[in-house]
């Protein structure tokens, strides 16, 4: 009686296990709760259709697809520049996730201007600072931590990414210039671009120099993932614009 209970017992577990498997949207898809809320993907897991190099045609060779996701490797291509989406979006939320290797460094930069005039997406586009917080050179400011508002706002207490070689979650929801960005469920910054608050951290950051004039000037921009120093990897990007 015992040896069946356990049989039975034992049977139960792996069935939930199978059943859980089953539950498990797989990456870079959508549900069909997802599609009919307006959802789409920016990545299929299989090309970079949709995306190329600042200022070139296509994807350089330092951005791949490899087992599902979105790739750098600067060893690749030392030339090519950040990867962009082909379209501009104004109102959106925007979700993804991403892992960076030791040491490493990257941002999501929106609001892009991709102009010959600019030599950089930076130069134009605000920044979420994707970073190992521990080892990377660039963590020694607050607001250069990872999910912070590059050089802007946010701090270690709100900036808690997972290990290296693990994902991080990213939510960043931009609706008619109000800015909100979460990492792994934390909210990591609020605020309006072109308010007050806003002006005020612009005069505290780098941004207040000459080079920057033309920095978050535009409603609508492309989306870039930036290269830098180290590796990262990006998949289940996704994005849902705002229409009201």
Request: glycine fraction near 8%.
């Amino acid at each position: 009686m015992k040896k069946i209970f356990l049989l039975s017992f034992v049977a139960c577990i792996a069935m939930s296990s199978v059943l859980q498997a089953q539950d498990k949207t797989p990456d870079n898809t959508l549900t069909k709760k997802e599609k009919k809320d307006g959802w789409k993907l920016l990545f299929d897991g299989k090309d970079l259709k949709g995306w190329h190099s600042y200022l070139r045609d296509t994807a350089a060779a330092n951005w791949i697809v490899k087992d599902g996701q979105i790739q750098y490797d600067r060893d690749h291509d030392k030339a090519g520049n950040d990867l962009l989406t082909n379209a501009p979006y104004e109102n959106y939320e925007l979700q993804l996730q991403w892992r960076i290797s030791k040491g490493g460094n990257s941002g999501i930069i929106f609001d892009i201007q991709e102009d010959p005039k600019f030599n950089a997406t930076f130069l134009t586009g605000p920044e979420m600072q994707v970073l190992d917080n521990k080892d990377a050179d660039d963590n020694k400011k607050q607001n250069h931590l990872a999910g912070c508002l590059y050089d802007m706002m946010g701090d270690s207490t709100i900036s808690k990414p997972v290990p290296v070689g693990e994902w991080n979650q990213v939510k960043i929801i931009q609706n008619k210039g109000h800015l909100t960005f979460w990492l792994n469920g934390i909210k990591t910054v609020e605020t309006q671009i072109g308010s007050p608050e806003w002006d005020a951290m612009i005069q505290k950051s780098k941004f207040k120099n000459k080079e920057f004039g033309s920095f978050a000037k535009v409603a609508a921009g492309k989306i870039a993932l930036q290269k830098h120093p180290g590796a990262s990897g990006w998949k289940n990007i996704k994005i849902r614009e705002i229409k009201d």
